[in-house]
């Protein structure tokens, strides 16, 4: 491939880029905002289970809204990445 056939194609490639991180900031505030509406459901599981006893698999969702927490982090982290990308 000559050198102007492989600028052509880097230079798609960074368009390519930026135009999928333009359109990132939306998609990462969606996703924050399923993170935060499923730990809260987890949390009312916990409730749910502790309310009846069963406090095993009340362990069980606290692990699950621990792990969404945790996510949450990683996804918020990644966005800044992107951001300072742009």
């Known amino acids: 491939m000559g050198l102007v056939a492989q600028s052509v194609l ?3 490639s960074i368009d390519d880029l930026a135009t999928s991180l ?3 900031p939306s998609s990462a505030d969606e996703t924050a905002a399923a993170l935060s509406r499923a730990k809260a459901v987890a949390e009312g599981v916990v409730g749910a289970f502790q309310s009846l006893g069963a406090d095993g698999r009340a362990a069980h ?3 699950v809204a621990d792990q969404i927490e945790g996510i949450t982090g990683q996804q918020a982290a990644v966005t800044d990445t992107i951001e300072n990308a742009q």
């Open 10 to 12: 880097g230079m798609s």
């Open 61 to 63: 969702a606290h692990a």
């Open 22 to 24: 333009s359109s990132t």
